[in-house]
């Protein structure tokens, strides 16, 4: 559960600036790094981002686990354009009497799709470690996102938690009872967790669908209340947004 939580959310800088600002430049660093014709400001970003990370006290493991997902994703795709995209070729292997070539520009290609994925995730890697989830979704809603989708978010967000904790006790009384001896048993065993996990969600949904309806639930979630901007917030904000700008035209 610790992987999940927000634990090691302690104060610091990142944790006092407003969420509303943070989610402002979160999009507008997201946007850069998107746009971005080259590898230099990703990179740079995603070492920012990791250096923040440090900063605030994020445990390595967490970190690990955080950006293993992603950086796989990254590794295929420019594994997919070096070999199967592009015209100038780079090296040819024979592998079991076949050619493998890779190309020059697919690699550049991969390489660029890759950057980017890996400088917006560390984006908001730093958003969401260094602001509390319902600070976040309070931002949200003061930036007129539809209620709908927030009330979505939130009661996906208290319920991963719940879930993986059936998941936890499914997973070790099949593991006490071998049932992932083997790969077969273990396919097996995987296949009757997923859906013990689909049923618990249908019948987690339905109780509290008439937990809220008794309770008087009308569809309106009341938010934090926001305190006004602080101006030194804004004009450090502003500045450093300037600044990577500048970086981003370089």
């Known amino acids: 559960m610790h992987i999940f939580s927000e634990y090691f959310k302690k104060d610091h800088v990142l944790s006092q600036i407003d969420a509303r600002i943070k989610l402002l430049i979160a999009l507008a660093l997201l946007a850069m790094v998107l746009s971005y014709h080259g590898f230099v400001f990703p990179v740079g970003t995603a070492i920012l981002c990791l250096f923040l990370c440090m900063a605030i006290k994020v445990p390595l493991r967490v970190s690990i686990l955080r950006f293993s997902e992603p950086l796989f994703i990254a590794a295929v795709v420019i594994l997919l354009k070096l070999f199967f995209s592009g015209q100038d070729a780079l090296f040819s292997l024979n592998i079991f009497g076949a050619e493998v070539v890779g190309h020059r520009d697919g690699l550049r290609e991969g390489l660029l799709i890759g950057t980017r994925i890996i400088g917006a995730v560390s984006i908001i890697a730093v958003l969401g470690f260094s602001t509390p989830f319902i600070e976040f979704m309070a931002s949200l809603s003061w930036f007129r996102v539809p209620k709908g989708f927030i009330e979505i978010l939130m009661f996906a ?45 249908f019948d987690h949904s339905q109780s509290t669908t008439v937990a809220m309806v008794q309770r008087g639930y009308d569809g309106n979630m009341p938010m934090l209340m926001h305190k006004s901007f602080n101006a030194s917030e804004i004009y450090g904000s502003a500045l450093f947004l300037l600044v990577m700008g500048v970086l981003w035209k370089m």
């Open 157 to 201: 967000y208290r319920y991963i938690f719940v879930l993986f904790e059936d998941a936890q006790v499914i997973y070790q009384a099949q593991k006490n009872r071998l049932g992932y001896s083997t790969v077969r048993r273990g396919l097996n065993s995987f296949g009757t967790l997923a859906g013990s996990l689909t049923i618990k969600a």
